[in-house]
């Protein structure tokens, strides 16, 4: 295998330190950064992290002195902006480097929860009935959408803003959920039917060739009956409550007949509706009578050695060091001019 000179773009907060010694690096919150650049250095590649804020001139500079075979792509946001996030890919390919992920049109379609319904809708794929609520509009429900709903936001992501309190059960609880997307998320809301059903997710790699890895599902072992079981901000990202409520992810086991074929088809159909390349996960909810619905697509997913997108190609025969390894491939692969 050929050694590479990666460079990996990452938020600047989340550098990890050169030496980790007396740290936990499993809680670190740069851990996703550390298994990247620590693996890409195992293979054999010559790694080079760069901390990224609000300064695209640095990714320019840092091209110009390492003279990267590509670019590995960590940025969630741009100046703490999640919808810049396609910008800094479209930079790269203005510089004509390679870089690992998702193209900026896919980004831009995927992110924009709306957009991507309405391709979605277009392209005759199952999700639940929906509406977006702009920030200073007049709220008017649509008939189509009866309770219960969801409210999130409309283009964070990490399930930011999403709590129990999400699902309402009558117009004045829907209100007063907009208007806390409004004012403290600061971004338009969008409302969904609520699916009570299974949370399940679905990674898919590729570019035109595409690659769907086991379907994984998010367990509730120990919540109590009456609460619904939706991945809260709570529910993904703190330890203490997951460990409360045996919340975990696995393998879907116990599906209807046919329901994992199914379910693998419907992913290609929603990757490539949406122009996606390099890696996705999609977010589906299965239903008591096993009926599927798309809730969203997430280009460049969480990629830790243990979160579910590699969990789930690890189960597929992929190890991590293969799937960054692909990862990077496919980066290679990709052409601009050729692909748009």
């Known amino acids: 295998m050929k050694t590479l000179k990666i460079l990996v773009l ?58 990267p075979h590509i670019v590995f792509n960590m940025l969630e946001a741009f100046h703490n902006v999640a919808i810049f996030e396609p910008n800094v890919v479209s930079y790269l390919e203005l510089l004509k480097i390679p870089y690992t992920g998702c193209n900026p049109r896919g980004l831009l379609l995927a992110k924009d929860k709306g957009i991507s319904k309405k391709l979605m809708a277009y392209h005759r794929i199952p999700m639940p009935e929906f509406a977006v609520f702009r920030r200073g509009q007049k709220i008017r429900v649509p008939k189509a959408l009866t309770f219960p709903m969801i409210v999130k936001s409309l283009t964070e992501e990490a399930s930011v803003g999403i709590s129990q309190a999400s699902v309402v059960e009558d117009e004045q609880k829907l209100r007063e959920r907009i208007a806390f997307i409004h004012e403290s998320i600061c971004t338009d809301a969008l409302v969904e039917q609520f699916i009570d059903g299974r949370e399940l997710y679905v990674g898919v790699m590729g570019n035109q060739r595409l690659r769907v890895f086991p379907v994984w599902e998010m367990q509730f072992t120990k919540m109590p009956d009456d609460v619904h079981r939706i991945a809260t901000e709570r529910v993904k990202w703190n330890p203490k409550y997951q460990e409360k409520y045996g919340i975990q992810t696995a393998e879907l086991k116990d599906a209807p007949d046919g329901a994992g074929d199914r379910i693998r088809h419907l992913c290609k159909r929603v990757y490539r509706s949406l122009e996606l390349s390099g890696y996705a996960r999609i977010d589906l909810r299965l239903d008591k009578d096993g009926k599927i619905y798309v809730l969203e697509a997430n280009p460049n997913p969480q990629i830790a050695q243990d979160e579910d997108f590699a969990e789930s190609a690890k189960q597929a025969g992929m190890p991590y060091t293969d799937l960054l390894q692909q990862i990077i491939t496919l980066g290679l692969q990709w052409r601009p001019e050729s692909n748009g």
């Open 10 to 67: 990452m938020h600047k907060q989340l550098v990890p330190p050169e030496d980790t010694s007396g740290i936990d690096t499993q809680k670190a919150d740069w851990k996703t950064e550390f298994d990247v650049v620590t693996t890409l250095r195992k293979i054999g590649h010559e790694v080079e992290p760069l901390g990224v804020e609000t300064d695209l001139g640095i990714i320019r500079s840092a091209i110009d002195a390492f003279k």
